[in-house]
C-alpha cells in the first residue's frame, strides 16, 4: 500500500536550516507529484513545496520561495525539503503526500514536528 515515512524535523532557532527527508513505496514515484504540506496550530494544511518526480518540476508557496527547496532521489524513493532561514512562523507538522502540485493530495504520511524558537 501507498506509505510516506517522514523524519528530519526538531527544534532550531530563527534562521537555522532542516532537512526534511519522505521515504516512499507502495507506488511508482514518478508516475506523480509529491508534495511537502504543513498545519500549524489551529490552522488548515496548507502546500508548502511539490515535485513532479518524473520531470522534476516544482512549485512553491509564496511563503516558501527563496529560502526552501524540493528535491527527489527516485532511486532511494526519498523526497527532501531543505529548509532554510526559518521562521517562527514556519513552525507546523510537515507532511509529505501523493497528489498534484497545487490540487488534491491524496495520500499522506504521518508528518514530523517543525519548531522554531529562540
Known amino acids: 500500500q501507498v506509505q510516506f515515512v517522514e523524519s528530519g524535523g526538531g527544534l532550531v532557532q530563527p534562521g537555522e536550516s532542516l532537512t526534511l527527508s519522505c521515504v516512499a513505496s507502495?507506488?511508482?514515484?514518478?508516475?506523480?507529484?509529491i508534495g511537502w504540506l504543513r498545519q500549524a496550530p489551529g490552522g488548515k494544511r496548507e502546500e508548502v513545496a511539490c515535485?513532479?518526480?518524473?520531470?522534476?518540476?516544482?512549485f512553491y508557496d509564496d511563503s516558501a520561495k527563496g529560502r526552501f527547496t524540493i528535491t527527489g532521489d527516485n532511486a532511494k524513493r526519498t523526497i527532501y525539503l531543505q529548509m532554510d532561514s526559518l521562521k517562527p512562523e514556519d513552525t507546523a507538522l510537515y507532511y509529505c503526500a501523493r497528489g498534484s502540485c497545487g490540487g488534491v493530495y491524496t495520500y499522506w504520511g504521518q508528518g514530523t514536528q517543525v519548531t522554531v524558537s529562540s
Open positions: 515535485i513532479s518526480v518524473r520531470d522534476g518540476m516544482t
Open positions: 507502495g507506488f511508482t514515484l514518478e508516475d506523480y507529484a
